[in-house]
């Protein structure tokens, strides 16, 4: 069993991997000391050996596209090749899907489901 910071529901959890490109170790430490505050982080490290990025948040809360404006504040930026972009579409579906996921209220045993009528 895993554990997770306090408050973090791990259904809704998203876990990403960014391959980052011009990374020193100045603005590396402040990318994870800024991603690392925010609430609904449940962990972040950085590989500065090969520049990936890993991130486990809740992605009720929220998304990719905010990460990457984190560290592209801080001068770095995430790798443009073809593998990257591919991996970065699908990561804002799964967001997508997971927030989604998190508004939505179940039909309850026999209840008829919400926006459905009989023909």
Not at 42 to 47: A, E, F, I, K, M
Not at 54 to 79: F, L, P, Q
Not at 101 to 119: D, L, M, Q, T, V
Request: aromatic share 6%; proline share 4%; hydrophobic share 35%.
């Amino acid at each position: 069993m895993t554990t997770h910071r306090f408050g973090i529901n791990p259904g809704f959890l998203a876990k990403h991997k960014v391959k980052l490109h011009k990374l020193d170790p100045t603005n590396a430490s402040k990318i994870l000391a800024e991603i690392d505050e925010l609430p609904w982080i449940d962990q972040v490290s950085l590989n500065s050996k090969n520049g990936q990025l890993k991130m486990v948040y809740e992605a009720s809360h929220h998304n990719i596209d905010e990460m990457i404006a984190i560290i592209e504040k801080h001068g770095a930026s995430i790798s443009n090749d073809f593998w990257s972009r591919i991996k970065l579409g699908w990561q804002r579906q799964i967001d997508e899907n997971i927030k989604d996921n998190a508004k939505h209220e179940a039909a309850c045993c026999s209840k008829i489901p919400p926006g459905y009528r009989r023909k």
